[in-house]
DNA sequence: ATTGACTCTTACGTTACGTGATCCATTATC
DNA sequence: GATAATGGATCACGTAACGTAAGAGTCAAT
C-alpha cells in the first residue's frame, strides 16, 4: 500500500525534488527502506494533501509546518477556512476579468480607464489588507482564535509559546504517575484554563475530551507531543477525558 | 502627470523595490531627473499593467519581458488570451473548493476518497498538461502562432531567431536609402513571407500595414526595433505600407 | 550478468524580490 | 536660511522553494 517517489509525485502533481525537499525540512518525513528509499503511507498522502491546500493559499511552507504540527489544528474547521479563502480568490479573478474586459475596450479606443480602475482586481492593488489577512490566517489557524492573538505582537508570542512548552514539560514530569493524580488533574486543569484563556475559542468539557482523544488518534499530533516525552499523548487523552468525566 | 516611486508604488499595490528591480532587469525603464529619480509615465503605467496581468499567470518575468518586446505581440489577443486563462483557473478553483467539501466530509468519516480525487483541482494534479500549456503560451504571445511554432523545438527556436533578427540587419542596411528601392521592397516581401511562413497567423495585406504602423506607434516596438539601427521603425512602416498598397 | 528504470545524496544555480545600511534631494517648518 | 522630515538612490547580502545536473547505489526483469 506504501508508494515510492515517483508514484505519489505523479499520483499528486509535485516533483520528485519537491517530495524530497519537504522530507529535508522535516515537513513531510516518509519511512525508508534500508537503502534508503522512501516510503509514503496512507497518512503521508493525507498529509501532503494537506500542505498542498495550504500552500494554494500562499501560506509559506515553514507556516504550514508550524500548522500541521500544533496540535490544535483542526482538520476540517481548516478546510472551511480554506475554501472561504478559495470563494475570496474567485472574486478577485472575476474583478480581474473585469479590469481586463474594460482594458479591451480601452484599448480599443472605446472607453476611457483611470489609472486606479487600470489596477483594480489584483493580489494586491485596492486591498493591501487582504495580504494581511492571508498572513495571519497561518497563526490564526495555529492558535484558533480569530480575535485575541491576532493581535499579539512578537514578544507576547513568544512568551506563548513559551508557556506552552512549560505546560507540556509539567505534565511530561507527571506522566509516570497515574493520570488520577491531584497533580496530574490540576496540571490538566490548567492546561484547559490555558486553552480557554488564550483562545478566542472557548472548548467545552467534550471538546476537550475530543482533543485529548486527537492527540493519539493522530500520528502527528502524537509525534510532536510525544517530543516532550515518549507516551505523554496517551497520557494526556486519559488525564483529560478523567478530567472532563470527572467535572459533568 | 509622471508619478514618483512611491506614489506608483501605492497605485498598483508593488513594493518600491520591486520598481526598482524592474529598472534594473529592464523590463520597465522609466525616466529619470536630473538627480536620479524615477518618473514613471502614463504609458509605463500601461505597460506596468501589462506586466501585472502577465504575471498573475505565472509567466516569469524574462518571458514577460521577450512577449512585450516583440512587435508582433499584440494587446487586444493577449488580454483575451489572458481572459481565458482566468476562466481556466476560476474552474480550476471550483474544482478545488469540490475537493475541499469532499474532504470534509471524508474528514467527519461521512464519505470515502480514493487517493486520486484527494488530489483532484490542483495547479498540477490530474492535468499535468495544464502546466506545459501556460509555459507554452509565452512563446505562443511571441509568436502568434498556437499551431506552428509551439512544437519547435531549442535549436529551431534559435535558428528561427536568429533569422529574425538578420532580416532586421538586412532592413537596417538599407534603411538609408528610399523605402521604395527595389532591394527595400525585396527585403520587405521577405519580411512579409517570413511572418506568414512562420506564424500559423497569416497577415491580409492590410494587416501587415497596420503592423509596420504599430512600429512607430508604440513606444516599446520602435525601441526595439531601432536597436538594429535608429529610424529602423519608421523606415520599415514606411516600406510596409508602401509594400501593402502596391500589392493591392 | 546485464540492462533499464528508479532511487539516493551532494551541491551549486535560479527567480523575484525583502531587508537593511548609507548617502543624496526636496519640501515643510521654524 | 538652517534644519528636520520625508522620499529617493544605490550597493550588498539574504531568502524561499525548488530546478538541474552529476555520480553512484538498487532492484526487477531479461
Redesign the interface.
Known amino acids: 500500500m506504501t508508494k515510492q517517489v515517483k508514484e505519489v509525485a505523479e499520483?499528486?502533481?509535485?516533483s520528485v525534488r519537491t517530495l524530497h525537499y519537504y522530507d529535508e525540512i522535516d515537513l513531510l518525513t516518509p519511512k525508508t527502506t534500508e537503502a534508503g528509499y522512501r516510503l509514503y503511507s496512507?497518512s503521508d498522502?493525507?498529509k501532503l494533501?494537506q500542505i498542498?491546500?495550504l500552500k494554494?493559499l500562499d501560506i509559506p511552507l515553514k507556516k504550514i509546518k508550524e500548522i500541521l504540527e500544533h496540535p490544535e489544528f483542526n482538520?476540517?474547521e481548516a478546510?472551511?477556512y480554506?475554501?472561504a479563502i478559495?470563494?475570496e480568490?474567485?472574486q478577485r479573478?472575476?474583478s480581474?476579468?473585469n479590469t481586463?474586459?474594460k482594458?479591451?475596450q480601452h484599448?480599443?479606443g472605446e472607453i476611457n480607464m483611470t489609472?486606479?480602475e487600470?489596477?483594480e482586481g489584483?493580489?494586491?492593488?485596492?486591498n493591501?489588507f487582504e495580504e494581511e489577512a492571508r498572513k495571519r490566517y497561518g497563526d490564526e489557524a495555529i492558535d484558533r482564535s480569530s480575535k485575541k492573538l491576532a493581535k499579539l505582537n512578537k514578544d507576547e508570542r513568544k512568551e506563548l509559546s513559551q508557556t506552552f512548552d512549560e505546560l507540556y514539560k509539567k505534565l511530561a514530569s507527571l506522566r509516570h504517575g497515574p493520570s488520577t493524580s491531584k497533580e496530574a488533574q490540576e496540571a490538566i486543569h490548567e492546561w484547559y484554563e490555558y486553552l480557554n484563556a488564550n483562545f478566542g475559542y472557548t472548548y467545552t468539557l467534550d471538546a476537550f475530551k475530543n482533543l485529548g482523544q486527537m492527540y493519539v488518534d493522530d500520528e502527528r499530533f502524537t509525534k510532536n507531543i510525544d517530543r516532550f516525552g515518549a507516551g505523554l499523548a496517551k497520557f494526556m487523552k486519559q488525564a483529560m477525558a478523567i478530567y472532563a468525566d470527572s467535572r459533568k
Chains 1, 2 share one sequence.
Do not use: W
Open positions: 499520483l499528486t502533481g509535485v496512507a498522502l493525507e494533501q498542498l491546500f494554494a482538520r476540517i478546510l472551511e480554506q475554501k478559495l470563494l480568490k474567485q479573478i472575476m480581474m476579468i481586463i474586459d482594458s479591451i484599448a480599443k489609472d486606479k487600470k489596477f489584483f493580489d494586491f492593488a485596492q493591501p
